[in-house]
């Protein structure tokens, strides 16, 4: 086998190992609190889909944005050299990348919500921010900030594509926090009474 093509392999395991070692840290550090509804023939605690969801909030989501953003930042300047140039260009590239940072805080701030509390609270946090980290912030990245940048906002095919793949994430992760035994049991049926 070709050494180049092998090297070109070699990021997916490395991938797979670091991911399965940080969801190992979140169980074990989120698994520290006991779950709100003491019932133990519920299934509850970090794991399961939960897990994928805080793992994907916390760390893949926003990974995977800011390959995604750099890899078509880089696309657009290599097709267009003199873009790196325009004035315009470079607040858009600030711009995006700045609301990008926010979007990042945001699903990392659910992610970690999930994992620290046992509260319906932060359930009810985490559905608002990933709607809001989803699509919303598709129309502020995709809509917004080009109209404000350029005067105009064309989006792209693959806009609508991503904008109704969004809506539906945000919407079967909404149904899971609402309807699993597991977030349930985890973190209690309605918020404590103060």
């Not at 990392?108 to 319906?120: E, P």
């Not at 900030?145 to 906002?153: A, R």
């Given at each position: 086998m070709d050494s180049t093509l092998l090297l070109s392999f070699l990021p997916l395991p490395i991938f797979i190992v670091i991911a399965w070692a940080i969801s190992r840290a979140i169980k074990k550090a989120a698994n520290k609190h006991p779950p709100a509804t003491p019932d133990q023939s519920a299934?509850?605690?970090?794991?399961?889909?939960l897990?994928?969801?805080?793992?994907g909030l916390m760390f893949l989501g926003p990974l995977m944005g800011a390959g995604r953003i750099n890899l078509d930042f880089m696309?657009?300047?290599s097709q267009y050299p003199n873009l790196k140039t325009v004035a315009a260009w470079g607040t858009f590239?600030?711009?995006?990348?700045?609301t990008f940072l926010l979007v990042s805080c945001l699903?990392?701030?659910?992610?970690?919500?999930?994992?620290?509390?046992?509260?319906?609270l932060?359930?009810?946090?985490?559905?608002?921010?990933?709607w809001v980290i989803g699509p919303a912030a598709s129309i502020l990245l995709g809509i917004l900030?080009?109209?404000?940048?350029?005067?105009?906002?064309d989006p792209d095919p693959k806009f609508v594509g991503s904008m109704i793949a969004s809506i539906v994430g945000a919407a079967i992760w909404t149904a899971y926090l609402s309807k699993s035994k597991r977030v349930l049991s985890t973190y209690g049926i309605k918020p404590p009474s103060t």
């Open positions: 299934i509850s605690g970090i794991g399961g889909w897990l994928l969801l805080i793992l696309s657009v300047e590239k600030s711009s995006t990348w700045l699903s990392f701030y659910a992610g970690i919500g999930l994992v620290k509390s046992r509260n319906i932060v359930v009810k946090r985490a559905k608002i921010i990933i900030i080009p109209l404000l940048v350029f005067g105009k906002s």
